[in-house]
């Protein structure tokens, strides 16, 4: 049996659209997703800077309140479903097998629809803002009996959201399946990167919760159509029903959301303090009791809807309990570092940054645990600052550390350091200065989802405007940053970083197009 | 000459940035104490739970920045090879945790306060709307709407803004001072919420659904609030407005079912 006959025959592709089409390559997948990200990032990003523009200052000026509620609405479905989960799903597409020493994804075929699948989910999802009654405006969690008044967007976004939950899953089928039986041999558990291992958990929640939300979704669609009552109070249903089911799914999904973006950091973090993880498996652990917690905690955004008291103690004492193995997490960043040899490319800056806003977005939210606090604070801006804390600088800020960790490896170039780095302090600047006045109108009485405000919040609007026009042209940077990386630019070596560890610094810079044909020995 | 210029300039500065907080937006940037002995114990929490935070944040980024200045390759240091002490894992499991507890006592028995809903003297029944609010006072014939005020000239930048601009009504809900009121809160229509900050008070109202809470105002005064979930395209509209008056002006103003508007004997404008 030659090896050589047959990476041969598998090395060929069609070229041009068709490869693409067709590919079943956990790379070629992997940048179809990462790029898939990257023009969602975009278009969720203008309808941020149409949200922004309309509150610049006080009174109406640019949209209609509908629409602007549909900026919000679209926003936000755009952002989880069409960025952060394509992002860290094209990059677990990149980096489990080579991880673990596998030569691809376990189910290749899948692979491919699994992404195929979200251009036309998106396309269905955008189309809306061009129909009869716009786009949904009734906020991304769907609160029934609101969102039932959407018009005729209303069961394309619903189709939509069951196109990205079957991408999702079949993702998270692929992803499990792979870690579990691609594993090079001596690969054991304990031993994965904490990449995988977060991608391993974050895979199981999703398979548990997607379906979750897919069966909500129909029930509001069945509600709207076919004459159900499930969320109706007038027809024996219950509209808080809706909401137990949403977040049944949304607390599980905000760590899918973050979960990947811990074992990117507990990648980077090592790799250049040329130090060792700090607690590997206390790492694990903290991770998995995470996953656990989401489950049991999911009614703290909902404290407001007159809950009975044991229910909101319960609430608020389960969520609680997160801050402990998330401060382990951040201890254990912290400790690695120390007393290391560090230096300061762009990959680390930006795990750095987001170690320091993860834990302020984390502070907030042990804050918002506090439930007679969380009465003043729930629906205003505070929460929005909160949440914008640890998915902006948090999740986004870990996906571009780990797209700068791992361009050399990808494309064989080195990127432009200088560059990166005014990428990174820019980024920083405006994510602040966007983000950290929102507390403080939150705290003084601005709700969200609203297109005007009362004149005391003029002030601290307007400083956010400034910084989210500011964070989006940053973002230019990266692009052209990563279009020139892919085109040329100083030859990466093999290992790339001089503390890097792990089986992808083995493999060539580019990585072959098939590799680990051969499974790799594992010390 | 130049000198002079120069401290001109600052000058100018300087009173630009003075004249900058015409409506005191700058200084409002925490929660309201509150004008009930519920609202100042919830600020307590608020602020107690954000200065542990303050805390343990200058110690871990404390750590973090002493490491970044110290420990970086460019000052020759060697890397230490720890990786693990089960000791200061233990010990950075169980601090917190006890941190929590300490937390979550205070915060339970003021929770168990907020719940207290009985012996009410007044009772009020909240209906939200697309998008106005209507206030029943029960056992008694005063019922009303109230709804946002703020002339649309106002809104779309026709005409100078107001300095409650987007947080007056039509009809205040007038509330007697030192007296238990229970709300029965629900809405005819979509979710929304109701708000004042000042009272510490928010909760959803909910079609086909009654939640209830309960407030005694301390001081007389006009307290400001809003919806607070989302419910359309005017959500941003329909602002909440009590005056909270003493007991024999709120008698008269009963009396006279309700119908004399805004007694205006409100000392303080919140």
Request: glycine share 8%.
């Given at each position: 049996m030659s090896t050589v006959v047959k990476d041969t025959h598998h090395d060929e592709h069609p070229s041009g659209i068709m490869r693409w089409l067709t590919t079943t390559?956990?790379?070629?997948?992997?940048?179809?997703?990462?790029?898939?990200?990257?023009?969602?990032?975009?278009?969720?990003?203008?309808?941020?800077?149409?949200?922004?523009?309309?509150?610049?200052?006080?009174?109406?000026?640019?949209?209609?309140?509908?629409?602007?509620?549909?900026?919000?609405?679209?926003?936000?479905?755009?952002?989880?479903?069409?960025?952060?989960?394509?992002?860290?799903?094209?990059?677990?597409?990149?980096?489990?097998?080579?991880?673990?020493?596998?030569?691809?994804?376990?189910?290749?075929?899948?692979?491919?629809?699994?992404?195929?699948?979200?251009?036309?989910?998106?396309?269905?999802?955008?189309?809306?803002?061009?129909?009869?009654?716009?786009?949904?405006?009734?906020?991304?969690?769907?609160?029934?009996?609101?969102?039932?008044?959407?018009?005729?967007?209303?069961?394309?976004?619903?189709?939509?959201?069951?196109?990205?939950?079957?991408?999702?899953?079949?993702?998270?089928?692929?992803?499990?399946?792979?870690?579990?039986?691609?594993?090079?041999?001596?690969?054991?558990?304990?031993?994965?990167?904490?990449?995988?291992?977060?991608?391993?958990?974050?895979?199981?929640l999703l398979i548990a919760v997607m379906p979750v939300l897919a069966g909500g979704v129909t029930m509001l669609l069945t509600d709207k159509f076919f004459g159900t009552s499930f969320f109706n109070a007038a027809g024996g249903g219950d509209p808080v029903m809706f909401q137990h089911i949403f977040w049944f799914f949304g607390h599980p999904e905000v760590y899918i959301l973050i979960l990947p973006s811990f074992g990117v950091v507990s990648a980077i973090i090592p790799t250049f303090a040329r130090k060792p993880l700090f607690g590997y498996s206390s790492m694990v652990y903290a991770t998995a009791s995470i996953a656990f917690l989401s489950f049991i905690v999911w009614a703290h955004h909902m404290f407001t809807v007159g809950m009975p008291l044991a229910g909101e103690v319960f609430f608020m004492l389960a969520t609680m309990l997160i801050a402990v193995p998330t401060g382990v997490k951040v201890f254990n960043w912290v400790t690695t570092m120390w007393r290391g040899a560090m230096t300061f490319e762009t990959p680390m800056l930006f795990a750095?940054?987001?170690?320091?806003?993860?834990?302020?977005?984390?502070?907030?939210?042990?804050?918002?645990?506090?439930?007679?606090?969380?009465?003043?604070?729930?629906?205003?801006?505070?929460?929005?600052?909160?949440?914008?804390?640890?998915?902006?600088?948090?999740?986004?800020?870990?996906?571009?550390?780990?797209?700068?960790?791992?361009?050399?490896?990808?494309?064989?170039?080195?990127?432009?350091?200088?560059?990166?780095?005014?990428?990174?302090?820019?980024?920083?600047?405006?994510?602040?200065?966007?983000?950290?006045?929102?507390?403080?109108?939150?705290?003084?009485?601005?709700?969200?989802?609203?297109p005007d405000y009362s004149l005391q919040f003029a002030d601290y609007n307007m400083i956010a405007s400034f910084g989210a026009f500011g964070f989006g042209f940053a973002q230019l940077i990266f692009v052209y940053l990563i279009v020139k990386t892919i085109r040329g630019g100083e030859k990466a070596t093999d290992e790339v970083w001089e503390g890097a560890e792990g089986l992808e610094w083995t493999l060539s810079s580019p990585p072959p197009y098939h590799s680990f044909n051969t499974p790799p020995v594992i010390k | 000459m130049n000198f002079l210029n120069l401290k001109k300039l600052s000058l100018l500065i300087a009173l630009g940035l003075l004249s900058l907080p015409a409506h005191a937006g700058w200084l409002d940037l925490n929660m309201p104490k509150g004008v009930t002995d519920i609202s100042n114990e919830v600020y307590g929490l608020h602020m107690l739970i954000l200065y542990i935070c303050i805390v343990i944040g200058v110690l871990v980024f404390g750590a973090m920045f002493w490491s970044i200045l110290k420990h970086r390759k460019s000052r020759g240091v060697t890397p230490a090879t720890f990786h693990e002490s089960t000791k200061l894992e233990f010990l950075w499991t169980i601090v917190p945790f006890a941190i929590l507890i300490g937390m979550a006592v205070p915060a339970t028995k003021t929770l168990i306060k907020m719940y207290d809903t009985?012996?009410?003297?007044?009772?009020?029944?909240?209906?939200?709307?697309?998008?106005?609010?209507?206030?029943?006072?029960?056992?008694?014939?005063?019922?009303?709407?109230?709804?946002?005020?703020?002339?649309?000239?106002e809104i779309y930048n026709q005409k100078e803004k107001n300095i409650n601009y987007l947080q007056e009504v039509d009809r205040k809900l007038v509330l007697p001072i030192n007296k238990k009121i229970r709300f029965l809160l629900t809405s005819n229509d979509v979710l929304h919420a109701w708000w004042v900050p000042d009272l510490a008070l928010k909760k959803d109202a909910i079609p086909g659904f009654i939640n209830e809470m309960a407030v005694v105002i301390k001081e007389p005064g006009v307290y400001r609030g809003r919806c607070a979930e989302l419910c359309g395209r005017h959500h941003g509209f329909m602002p909440i407005v009590i005056e909270a008056v003493e007991q024999d002006q709120y008698d008269q103003w009963l009396a006279n079912g309700g119908k004399v508007e805004s007694t205006d004997l409100a000392s303080t404008e919140k």
């Open positions: 390559n956990h790379k070629d997948i992997g940048s179809l997703y990462l790029w898939f990200a990257l023009i969602m990032f975009f278009i969720g990003g203008l309808m941020a800077l149409v949200i922004r523009s309309e509150l610049f200052q006080p009174g109406l000026q640019f949209v209609d309140p509908q629409f602007f509620n549909s900026m919000t609405t679209m926003h936000a479905l755009v952002m989880i479903f069409g960025v952060v989960m394509p992002a860290f799903t094209g990059l677990a597409n990149w980096m489990i097998p080579i991880m673990i020493g596998g030569p691809d994804m376990a189910l290749p075929r899948m692979n491919n629809y699994s992404f195929w699948i979200m251009p036309f989910a998106f396309s269905m999802l955008l189309s809306t803002l061009f129909m009869d009654g716009g786009a949904p405006a009734g906020g991304w969690t769907l609160y029934p009996p609101l969102s039932l008044q959407t018009g005729d967007a209303f069961p394309f976004l619903i189709f939509a959201i069951h196109f990205m939950g079957l991408s999702s899953i079949m993702g998270a089928i692929n992803i499990v399946a792979t870690i579990l039986n691609m594993r090079a041999p001596g690969m054991t558990l304990m031993k994965m990167p904490l990449f995988v291992w977060t991608w391993l958990i974050t895979a199981f750095i940054g987001f170690i320091v806003m993860f834990t302020i977005g984390g502070f907030s939210g042990l804050m918002l645990a506090i439930t007679p606090a969380d009465f003043q604070y729930h629906d205003t801006y505070f929460v929005v600052a909160h949440f914008h804390y640890v998915l902006v600088p948090g999740s986004i800020f870990a996906i571009m550390a780990a797209v700068y960790f791992w361009l050399p490896k990808w494309t064989g170039n080195m990127y432009p350091e200088t560059l990166g780095k005014v990428h990174f302090w820019l980024s920083t600047f405006f994510v602040n200065l966007t983000f950290f006045p929102m507390h403080f109108v939150g705290l003084a009485g601005m709700p969200r989802r609203i | 009985s012996d009410a003297e007044i009772h009020i029944k909240i209906t939200g709307y697309q998008w106005l609010w209507q206030y029943e006072y029960l056992n008694t014939d005063v019922s009303f709407y109230s709804k946002l005020s703020t002339p649309y000239k």
